[in-house]
C-alpha cells in the first residue's frame, strides 16, 4: 500500500496481516483523487472515512492536507493501526473504533468529504441506509461531497442528492452532492417552460 500523492508521495505503509479489509486498489484511489482534485482545494478540509479499515485513504487524504480527519472502523486491529501510522507520520487522524451506524446516528459534526467503503457483500439496504442517515442527520457541509464505493450490483443511482457516478475495474464510485436533486429539478422545469 503506498501514498499517491501529497506530501508523502510514494511512501510505502505495510499493513499487518489478518486484517478483515479489501483495500481501495491504487489505480481506482488514483482515480477517485484526480476526480476530487477537480472539486476541491484539499488544504484544511475536514474528512469522515467510514469502515476505514487500514486507513488507505485516511492516509491519502492526510497526505494532502486536510485536518481534521476521523476514521471509523469496528475492527480493532484496523484502529490500532491507523492510530500507529497516524502518530508515526503526525497526521492528524482521530481513529474511532465503533459502528458506523452507530456513530451516525451519534454523530454531531459535519464535513467536507465524507467517504465509505462498506463490504461489498452488504445488501442494498445498508447502503442506502448509510446515505440516508448522512443527510437526516445533515453531517454532510454545503458545498461537500459524498462518496461510496461498490460493487456493480449495489445500485445507488435513485438516492437522495445522488450527483454521478465512477467506474474503475471492479469498484464504482457514487458521488453526492446537497441540492443535486433540487437542480435537476429546476432543469426540468426551465425546459417544460421553454417547449411551451
Known sequence: MRIISGKYKGRRIFPPKGLPVRP?????????FNVLNNHFSFEGLKILDLFAGT?????????????PITSVDGDFGCV?????????????????KSDVFTYLERCKTSYDIIFADPPYALDQKTFERIILLVFEKELLNEDGMMVIEHSKYTKLEHMIHFSFQKSYGGSIFSFFEIGKDEEEAEESIDNDSEEE
Not at 486507513?55 to 485536518?67: D, H, L
Not at 502518530?87 to 482521530?94: K, Q, S, T, V, W
Open 24 to 32: 481501495t486498489t491504487d489505480m481506482s484511489k488514483e482515480a477517485l
Open 55 to 67: 486507513g488507505n485513504i485516511s492516509y491519502e487524504f492526510a497526505s494532502r492536507g486536510c485536518t
Open 80 to 96: 490500532k493501526f491507523i492510530k500507529q501510522v497516524a502518530a508515526e507520520y503526525d497526521f492528524n487522524i482521530a481513529a474511532t
